[in-house]
């Protein structure tokens, strides 16, 4: 059974331009979620997706944005990046986002903005 | 508001010996749970254990286990037989109650396994 997977594994973005990240949950799993790890503020949630529906949102400026689709795949985006958004972006995937419910985790996607 | 502290920045254990790596939490919610994870210099975080509040057991997997104590709110993971491919990072980490995968994370603690 292949786990959480996050493309592209690295990238390097200038200053200004927007990046997209993408994550294909474990087969079955409709929660995905989306941290940023950097070596400052260690692991922060960003936002969880269900069923295609922003659950949940973390404390991050509009320039993050994320969606779900119709096969649970998630992308997120950061528009105009900054170079403090430099950092390890990590994807969860979990069955139903309900208590009980181990939450699996990607390689992630190691960003840098130059 | 949930917090997870981890109060060892690092530790050091002798290969097949048994380490103790802590954690506290903070929550005014009845219903919760906890994870430990694994992150090696990869960047993958890899799921090792889980313990719900409701859990009458300590949680064990493999070489993994939980001490759960509720009363003093920690859950402090336990390996056993450590070996150098468990030198990484260990994060713990709470679900709150209700539907979410949100999880509050710790500082980590950076494990080293030396022979």
């Known amino acids: 059974k292949a786990g959480v997977t996050q493309t592209p594994r690295y990238l390097i973005k200038t200053r200004g331009q927007q990046v997209t990240l993408s994550c294909s949950p474990i087969?079955?799993?409709?929660?995905v979620s989306w941290y940023q790890q950097t070596p400052g503020q260690g692991l922060q949630f960003l936002f969880e997706?269900?069923?295609?529906?922003?659950?949940n949102k973390g404390n991050f400026p509009g320039r993050f944005s994320g969606r779900q689709f119709s096969n649970s795949r998630s992308e997120m985006n950061v528009s105009t990046l900054e170079l403090g958004d430099s950092a390890l972006y990590l994807c969860a995937s979990s069955q139903a986002g309900t208590a009980g419910n181990t939450i699996y985790f990607g390689e992630g996607s190691w960003l840098t903005v130059v | 508001a949930q917090k997870i502290t981890q109060t060892q920045p690092g530790m050091f254990v002798q290969e097949k010996e048994a380490v103790t790596l802590d954690c506290t939490y903070d929550?005014?919610?009845?219903?919760?749970?906890l994870f430990w994870y694994k992150q090696p210099s990869s960047g993958e975080m890899i799921f090792l254990i889980y313990?719900?509040?409701?859990?009458?057991q300590n949680a064990t997997e493999g070489r993994y286990s939980l001490n759960f104590q509720k009363a003093r709110k920690s859950a402090n993971l336990v390996i056993s037989a450590s070996q150098l491919g468990d030198s990484a990072m260990y994060f713990c980490a709470m679900r709150g109650p209700y539907n979410t995968d949100k999880l509050i994370f710790g500082t980590g603690t950076r494990l080293q396994v030396f022979p």
């Open positions: 997706y269900f069923s295609e529906t922003q659950r």
């Open positions: 929550t005014s919610d009845p219903s919760y749970g």
């Open positions: 313990q719900g509040s409701y859990d009458q």
């Open positions: 087969s079955g799993h409709r929660s």
